[in-house]
């Protein structure tokens, strides 16, 4: 009866949300965090100069995800940097089937390592590196750790922006973290 009176659903009514279509097949590699917890933190990203719109996924790490009109925006933790990683959210969900491509966007490799290690992570929760990469710390499961989102996200705003002139290979001896 629905169909006849309403005829069949749109692509846009049939949409699911990115965090959900991706939890579906990946769950532990989704966070759910509460928007202005997550607003908070970007403030230290404002001269990243992030997408204004909502956040559509959050992954393991901490890393953003947009949905914005130029495609899906990846505000990358480890990184420091603000970029495209898909066309759009069905060009997304079908990229993240490949196993290198999930490994560098959501760090499935380093989530199922933290697993064994017995990271799991409790309610605003993510994973961090003990020793941030940018500091000299190593992409290693020894050197993986739980933090709490909001100070991940605030963090490593703040180290990237006090870094980002810096030429590649530049020792850094210290960082100041701020309220």
């Given at each position: 009866m629905f169909k006849r009176l309403f005829g069949h659903p749109t692509p846009l009514q049939k949409a699911v949300p990115l965090a959900e279509a991706v939890r579906q097949?990946?769950?532990?590699?989704v966070l759910d965090v509460p928007a202005p917890d997550i607003e908070r933190a970007l403030t230290d990203w404002e001269w990243r100069s992030p997408p204004q719109t909502k956040v559509a996924l959050i992954g393991a790490f901490g890393d953003l995800f947009f949905g914005t009109s130029d495609g899906i925006v990846m505000l990358d933790m480890l990184e420091g940097t603000l970029r495209v990683v898909a066309k759009d959210h069905e060009t997304f969900i079908q990229a993240i089937g490949d196993d290198d491509y999930r490994d560098e966007l959501l760090g499935d490799v380093w989530v199922q390592a933290a697993g064994r290690r017995g990271l799991n992570l409790g309610p605003g929760e993510c994973l961090d590196w003990a020793v941030p990469p940018a500091l000299g710390g190593q992409c290693s499961a020894e050197n993986l750790a739980k933090t709490?989102?909001?100070?991940?996200?605030?963090?490593?705003?703040?180290?990237?922006?006090?870094?980002?002139?810096?030429?590649?290979?530049?020792?850094?001896?210290?960082?100041?973290?701020?309220?």
């Open positions: 097949r990946y769950p532990s590699l709490l989102i909001v100070v991940k996200i605030s963090i490593a705003g703040q180290l990237h922006r006090q870094i980002k002139d810096l030429p590649p290979g530049t020792p850094i001896t210290g960082f100041t973290v701020s309220d």
